[in-house]
């Protein structure tokens, strides 16, 4: 196990010394994003998962000393960081390349000057939506908003200029790299002409994507100074840590149409998120906190911060153009064990080292028995082995960790309809619908909310459906056999639940008019319905 996990953080320590190589980059990318990975897909995918590995299904006992090596080795990766951190982004004497004589101002932050947001799950501590670092930090139950201007419009304008740069050059690197190759491939001929013309007008178009600050020497020099004068004691004085160390940081620049992030964490302890854009420059984006399922738009030179854990996701834009800085954090003397195991576990996974997963899983947990993210991976874990009742156990364990993301409780009903138990599904779907409370239907929500709870609505639908059809087929053999069992009271099902089943699908056909899955379902659904009646 020790080796592949090694290899593994070999590879990941090499990501941060070679930042722009594409494979390891997006490596990086995904790391950023930890998201509520237990999705249908996953579900579905149980059959095309080779038998060979599933034959054991128990659950491997975690031993003291793999659980020892596993957070040595985090412990490892999160000293690297720091060092990586400090030697990027600390201070150096007589370091002023920044071309601004101006002394900056050490602020002396207050409550007035933040608007906070309380993000503490409900009263009986349920929600965790401030992740499992929280107790290291103070108000991690809270985001701040700065109620004024961080950084001035020429700063922002500043950043914004020289990430344009560092992504246009990125682009051209990796255009001239393609054109080498095509050019063996097509010398000369009228195709590969076309492929460079095209080539040509997708960089005067100024694709936007993102910038890391280690190919930003400007702003990362720039930053040796602010970080001490600006971020870290606002940080501070928010969160009440003082052993901050920046570890990353990018910028983003998204043109309309864009699509939202995923919701996910942050491989941070804390994250500031700086608007660089004027809210008049676009339409549509914020940062959407899943936990309010609210979006926080804040305008240009604000700023955003909060602990790395808390599920959010940036939101794509339908109108103009909008940059974001967001510098992630972490604290010297607090390693993150539950997030690194989470970031190796996805690892492992993809490696198809399933083992090597739950074992980094179980360390998780060992450290973070709430972190939801570690029960839905587990959950997935014990699908792909196929062993449904122990991924509803971990589903479960998700759900209770984190009721506010209903993909864990989807994920039960899931695998409740694969195991034919549509009622008990049911339940479950009701469970979703009555948590999303239609909230889904509002014109600002969520493209991913919509997407479950059209999903859910669907299914619970077609749930409702068979076990109505299997009532109405009951009653109609009793009336033959005159055996008069208790009709009355499953056509008084069908009658309760139907109503609700064929208002579900209805409000899906708004969504997807015509789907002729849905009609055809509505269908059979009115005919059963007029049958309860009589
Ligand atoms: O776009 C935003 O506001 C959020 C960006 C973000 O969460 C990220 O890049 O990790
Ligand atoms: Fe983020």
């Known amino acids: 196990m020790t080796d592949s996990v090694s290899t593994a953080i070999d590879s990941r320590v090499q990501w941060h010394t070679c930042m722009y190589d594409k494979k390891n980059y997006l490596n990086g990318f995904e790391l950023r994003y930890e998201t509520n990975s237990a999705t249908t897909s996953t579900t579905r995918g149980i059959s095309a998962q080779p038998t060979t590995t599933t034959t054991t299904t128990t659950t491997a006992q975690t031993t003291n000393d793999s659980i020892a090596q596993v957070e040595s080795i985090m412990q490892m990766l999160h000293d690297t960081e720091i060092t990586g951190g400090k030697d990027s982004f600390s201070k150096k004497s007589n370091n002023n390349d920044n071309g601004s004589d101006d002394e900056d101002i050490y602020y002396n932050w207050s409550d007035d000057d933040f608007i906070s947001h309380n993000i503490g799950g409900d009263d009986a501590g349920n929600g965790n939506a401030a992740g499992t670092d929280a107790t290291y930090i103070q108000n991690s139950d809270q985001m701040f908003e700065s109620q004024n201007p ?14 344009r740069d560092t992504i246009a050059q990125g682009l051209l690197k990796e255009q001239q790299e393609e054109e080498e190759k095509s050019q063996q491939n097509n010398n000369n001929s009228e195709q590969g002409q076309q492929q460079q013309q095209q080539r040509a007008s997708a960089i005067s178009n100024s694709q936007l994507g993102e910038a890391r600050l280690s190919n930003m020497p400007k702003t990362r020099a720039w930053l040796q100074d602010t970080l001490q004068s ?18 990353d940081g990018l910028v983003l620049g998204n043109q309309a149409p864009s699509r ?44 955003l911060c909060h602990a790395g854990s808390v599920m959010h996701a940036g ?45 980094v899983l179980q360390t998780g947990l060992r450290v973070a028995t709430n972190d939801h993210l570690l029960h839905n991976t587990m959950g997935r874990l014990h699908l792909m082995r196929q062993d449904p009742k122990m991924a509803i156990k971990s589903f479960q364990s998700a759900d209770n960790a984190y009721p506010v ?10 695998i409740l309809i694969e195991s034919r138990r549509p009622r008990a599904a049911l339940r479950r779907f009701n469970l979703v619908l009555e948590r ?99």
């Not at 004691?233 to 160390?245: C, I, M, Q, T, Y």
């Open 405 to 414: 993301c209903q993909k864990a409780m989807v994920s039960i009903a899931q």
């Open 230 to 247: 600006r971020f870290f004691p606002l940080l501070k004085s928010r969160f009440g840590v003082d052993d901050l160390v920046l570890y």
């Open 315 to 359: 939101v794509g834009i339908n109108k103009g153009e909008r940059w974001v800085f967001v510098l992630f954090v972490l604290g010297e003397s607090q390693p993150q064990f539950s997030r690194r195991c989470h970031a190796q576990a996805l690892e492992c996974i993809q490696d198809r080292q399933l083992k090597q997963a739950e074992e």
């Open 150 to 163: 961080i950084l001035s419009e020429e700063e922002c304008f500043d950043i914004i200029q020289e990430a």
């Open 260 to 303: 939202s992030q995923p919701i996910h964490r942050d491989a941070s302890l804390l994250t500031l998120n700086v608007a660089l854009s004027r809210l008049e420059d676009f339409e549509g984006g914020g940062t959407y906190i899943e936990v309010l399922d609210d979006t926080l738009k804040i305008n240009q030179g604000h700023l």
């Open 436 to 534: 999303i409370n239609n909230r889904d239907l509002q014109p600002d929500s969520q493209m991913s909310l919509k997407g479950l709870a059209f999903g859910a609505r669907r299914d619970a639908a077609r749930c409702a459906l068979l076990c109505a059809q299997y009532n109405y087929e009951k009653q109609q053999q009793q009336k033959q056999q005159q055996n008069d069992d208790d009709p009355m009271m499953m056509m008084e099902w069908n009658r309760v639940h139907l109503a609700v089943a064929i208002d579900r699908m209805k409000t899906c056909l708004n969504a997807a008019p015509n789907e002729p899955n849905l009609l055809g379902m509505l269908d059979r659904a009115e005919f059963l319905f007029k049958e309860a009646q009589q």
